[in-house]
């Protein structure tokens, strides 16, 4: 109970820091926004670090939780003897899954706190997830569903953690009230773009750090894989064969590129994950006949990444002319000198000195075909986004 812990989700994490032992974090999801992958992610790293998890599952059974697992791709197998289920849900259902623990709403409502303490005696240094409180809430009356879980708060601060999922239907000022209760409270939320849900996580309050950024943080929750955070957009852009197809296709662990005559015609694209985090790379043409189509482009992007042709100093004055096309000096923008592999080619300080550009623009060498020199270019770009988005 003493230890500090962390949910297990890298980006959360950075976020909340460390949590103190004993602490009590209520993630609650807006309905239709998965929230899952979060216990399920949290979960497994735990057991991989040699902790104890009960797992407490009120809206599905036990074998439906470890089947989630699996979905994303958390092989449990080798820790299963440190998993233990609270099942509340079978009981309900009239079948037995032979949990460890059951619990039948609403009849044993006033024993909640009891049995959670229980279950702390048998697991002192256990991490307890809950999911979801709402399936309780839904399953008995309100007044006393919200009474049995605030009651049963202290017996949830005996864990080393406790994390318990509720979701965010109108349940009212007691609700409200309830989650003030809990030491750190995050909200998974959405938003709808056309067709799109975007999904977000935003720390609304964490007790024991008082420089929390609430600054919402698109994610992706990704099968197999668990919760990514989600760059929506980088642009690559660059003179006339610097090699921005290339690029993209190193990058990318999926990507598409129309290329006719060996030029790109159309947008490349590409989707990749590195370090937690998952983007859409889109590399434009570099024919100046494409260049309305690279403002428009460039305007729904995050980052920019500016490919040029290290041993081709007559088409830097283009790039710089590009750089200024997508109209947003003010993104996140690298500069890739490229082709550091062929004979005479400028070492990036001079691309940067011929490019002329401002100091806060990094201009750093790569090689296009070469996988770990393009995620090199990526990463610096990725970390002047989040520190723009997380910091
Ligand atoms: N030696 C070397 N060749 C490269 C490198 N990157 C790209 N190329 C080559 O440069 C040529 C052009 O590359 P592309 O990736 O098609 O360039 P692009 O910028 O997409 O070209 P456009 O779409 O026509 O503007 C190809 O023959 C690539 O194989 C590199 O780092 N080193
Ligand atoms: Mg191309």
């Known amino acids: 109970m003493s230890h ?39 979960a497994y790293q735990h057991l991989h670090q040699g902790r104890t998890i009960i797992y407490g599952v009120f809206n599905r059974a036990p074998s439906a939780v470890l089947r989630g697992l699996k979905e994303y791709g958390f092989d449990i197998e080798p820790y299963k003897s440190r998993l233990h289920f609270l099942d509340a849900f079978s009981p309900l259902m009239g079948a037995s899954e032979n949990a460890r623990y059951t619990f039948r709403t609403p009849n044993d409502l006033g024993r909640f706190g009891a049995l959670l303490a229980q279950i702390h005696k048998d697991h002192p240094d256990a991490l307890l997830i809950l999911d979801s409180l709402s399936t309780l809430i839904d399953n008995s009356s309100l007044a006393a569903a919200l009474q049995s879980v605030a009651d049963a708060h202290a017996s949830m601060k005996r864990f080393s953690m406790a994390l318990a999922l509720f979701t965010r239907w109108p349940y009212g000022d007691d609700f409200t009230r309830l989650l003030e209760t809990f030491d750190c409270v995050i909200s998974l939320r959405g938003v709808e773009d056309r067709v799109l849900l975007n999904q977000y996580f935003v720390v609304d309050r964490a007790v024991w750090s008082r420089a929390i950024d609430h600054r919402p943080v698109l994610y992706k929750a990704i099968k197999p894989g668990g919760v990514f955070v989600y760059i929506p957009k980088v642009v690559v852009t660059g003179p006339y064969h610097a090699g921005k197809s290339t690029f993209v296709q190193t990058l990318s662990d999926t990507a598409v590129s129309v290329n006719r005559l060996g030029t790109t015609v159309a947008l490349d694209h590409g989707h990749l994950t590195i370090d937690g985090l998952t983007a859409d790379i889109f590399g434009t043409p570099g024919q100046e006949r494409f260049d309305p189509l690279l403002k428009t482009i460039a305007g729904q992007a995050l980052g920019v990444i500016v490919v040029v042709d290290s041993t081709r100093p007559d088409t830097l004055a283009r790039a710089k002319e590009m750089m200024e096309l997508t109209g947003k000096q003010a993104l996140p923008m690298i500069v890739a000198a490229n082709k550091q592999d062929l004979p005479g080619a400028l070492k990036p300080a001079e691309v940067a000195k011929r490019l002329g550009v401002p100091d806060h623009i990094r201009v750093v060498g790569c090689t296009g075909q070469d996988k770990e020199s393009a995620r090199m270019v990526l990463r610096e770009l990725l970390n002047q986004i989040m520190t723009k988005v997380v910091d």
Do not use: K
């Not at 297990?8 to 974090?25: A, H, K």
């Not at 807006?30 to 992610?41: I, K, R, S, T």
């Open 4 to 42: 500090q812990t962390a949910l297990g989700i890298p980006q959360l994490d950075r976020l909340i820091n460390s949590i103190p032992g004993g602490s009590t974090v209520a993630l609650v999801n807006d309905p239709g926004v998965e929230a899952e992958p979060f216990l399920y992610q949290s």
